[in-house]
């Protein structure tokens, strides 16, 4: 993965002072390459790993960069910098948008910059524009090390995040620093008003697919294909690739894709050998040949992830996902790609962070049962911010939710689905291709126009309960459907297909499952993630111990005894309603978060 920064600045002592400044700062980890283009007033700077992709090209012209792979869709060879150069400067013609996950920019003398990303806009891109000075990169953390830029605290991007759990409309905790449109082209010339292009939504292409007149068999022929060509398109010949293997659906079909197309794979699971993630993903990888190895994020890391999730990502995609930043030494031991199955359970199955069973879902069920369970319920948070501070802001957002959400679709279940996609799959499951690849380079199948198109276009009765999911499974690798199964839910590893054997074994099954809850009970929890997103462990109460000191630097924004009821002392356990729900803690942490965010940046 890349972490980047570009500086368009007409004042060259000013820019060369800047890139000079950030240079040894942009590295988030160790181990990464610092390299850098430049021609005219413009200036790109990233650190990468050695195995990441990156096209760039440069002339007195202007210059072109991608970092990643920028794949058209008629074609699986990756574009290059200068090609890329030559299809978005044209300002007259509508750029095109590429398949695969990436980032590019492209500078023109006299005319300004363009920047664009992946479909989904996984990967970050944020902008912040001051007269004839530009600043984009992949991370806003190191623009307020530009002379003009203005640090100053923005109220509506920390409302959008404590009420989803992720940014909303592109607002983060900094004013006029924004967060780029998925499927948008920004476009910036000096001494006019930046611009988002829209170059591509979900669902705007459905009606040209009549998928409802087709029968589910076809479906499922449709979604076997455009799986195994998106796979097929970004993943690189005769490498060896990694694939996050979780023991869930997701990764299990498309371990089984890669292992049908022949591709020399290693799985790594997170966990211990005693989980039951790691022991349902074992099993798959031992039917498969695939090299097995588990990744160990022991707690005493937490802290560490801590500090660099919120100061590289600004809270954009909450704090839950602390351990991702540990993850990419493991998988930069093996291969030079790594496969990410994000996304796949929600266009693939209707299966987001909740259930989306209801065809007829309403807004106000969405907004309960599924994106506000992870954050704060609206009257909390309006007796949590101060009303000087932060005057209608609940409502206002709240209103423009409404908004997009209605605006995705004229079908109920398809505005759930693509506000789902744009929103909590985006940033809360999408941030792991930013957070775990400074390894291997990402390759996520569900980054393909085609595979978006076609599910998209899917009537909710095929997609629906993870009915063509699991029929894919089933019909096409039934040997893995056969195996046990995480579900995610409690201690349920339930295989999709019964073998004879287990049928007759079903009565020992549902003892071992009494044992498991048993260990449980006695203090033995054998579920990976409801164990690492426990705010109980011992590593997130070092993190509560760590930013305790910083209260009074948010004292002016919260009512303080709310804030004290909601995410009280790290000597009190934090009250919650449902044990089991990893979703219900995501708000205390976002608020942690914020905790060490406004040490220097508030």
Not at 144 to 153: Q, S, V
Not at 406 to 419: M, N, P
Not at 443 to 455: F, H
Request: aromatic fraction near 12%.
């Amino acid at each position: 993965m890349a972490n980047f920064l570009v500086v368009v600045d007409p004042d060259s002592e000013r820019r060369a002072k800047f890139v000079q400044t950030i240079e040894p700062l942009i590295p988030p980890v160790e181990g990464l390459i610092t390299d850098s283009c430049s021609t005219g007033n413009f200036h790109g700077i990233w650190a990468a790993n050695a195995k990441a992709p990156i096209s760039t090209f440069s002339d007195r012209e202007g210059a072109g960069i991608i970092w990643g792979q920028a794949i058209p869709q008629d074609s699986s060879t990756m574009i290059d910098g200068k090609e890329l150069r030559n299809q978005w400067v044209s300002l007259e013609s509508q750029p095109p948008i590429f398949d695969g996950f990436y980032a590019a920019i492209v500078y023109k003398f006299g005319l300004g910059i363009r920047v664009g990303a992946d479909l989904e806009g996984v990967f970050p891109v944020y902008y912040y524009t001051h007269r004839d000075v530009a600043l984009v990169g992949s991370s806003p953390e190191l623009f307020r090390y530009h002379p003009l830029f203005e640090k100053k605290f923005n109220p509506a991007g920390l409302v959008g995040i404590l009420l989803l759990n992720n940014i909303f409309d592109g607002q983060t905790l900094w004013q006029n620093v924004r967060r780029l449109s998925a499927g948008h082209l920004l476009s910036w010339q000096i001494d006019s008003a930046v611009q988002e292009i829209k170059q591509h939504q979900i669902g705007d292409c459905s009606k040209e697919h009549p998928y409802s007149e087709l029968s589910f068999p076809e479906h499922l022929e449709l979604l076997d294909n455009v799986t195994d060509r998106a796979l097929r398109s970004q993943s690189l010949k005769g490498a060896k690739h990694n694939i996050l293997l979780s023991g869930g659906l997701d990764s299990r079909i498309l371990a089984g894709f890669l292992h049908r197309q022949q591709v020399d794979t290693v799985a790594l699971t997170l966990g211990v050998m005693g989980d039951l993630e790691m022991q349902c993903a074992k099993a798959v990888a031992r039917t498969l040949g695939f090299e097995h190895h588990p990744i160990t994020i022991t707690l005493e890391q937490y802290p560490d992830g801590f500090e660099k999730i919120v100061k590289w990502e600004h809270l954009v995609s909450g704090c839950n996902w602390v351990m991702n930043w540990g993850i990419y030494s493991h998988l930069n031991k093996y291969g030079s790609r790594a496969v990410l199955g994000n996304s796949i359970e929600l266009l693939m199955g209707a299966k987001a962070s909740y259930k989306i069973d209801d065809p007829n879902i309403s807004f106000e069920n969405f907004f309960q049962r599924g994106i506000n369970s992870w954050g704060l319920p609206p009257a909390t948070l309006k007796n949590l911010l101060r009303p000087e501070i932060f005057g209608n802001l609940v409502d206002e957002i709240l209103d423009s939710i409404r908004e997009k959400y209605q605006s995705y679709s004229e079908e109920k279940f398809k505005q759930a689905l693509f506000f789902d996609f744009y929103n909590r799959q985006r940033f809360h499951v999408g941030s792991t291709g930013w957070q775990v690849c400074f390894g291997p380079w990402p390759i996520l199948p569900i980054l393909d126009k085609e595979l978006i198109e076609t599910t998209a276009a899917f009537p909710s009765s095929t997609i629906i309960k993870r009915r063509a999911q699991n029929e894919l499974l089933c019909t096409r690798f039934p040997e893995l459907a056969r195996l046990p199964l995480d579900k995610g839910t409690y201690y349920d590893t339930e295989p999709l297909l019964k073998s004879s054997i287990r049928k007759q074994l079903s009565l020992l099954f549902k003892i071992q499952k009494k044992w498991r809850r048993l260990q449980y009970k006695l203090g033995y929890e054998r579920r990976y993630f409801q164990r690492i997103f426990d705010i109980e462990n011992t590593g997130h109460r070092e993190i509560r111990k760590q930013v305790e000191p910083n209260r009074y630097l948010v004292k002016e924004l919260f009512n303080e005894e709310v804030f004290n009821q909601i995410l009280p002392p790290p000597n009190i356990p934090v009250e919650r309603v449902n044990y089991y729900s990893s979703a219900e803690l995501s708000s205390c942490k976002a608020l942690l978060g914020f905790l060490l965010w406004s040490q220097g940046r508030l």
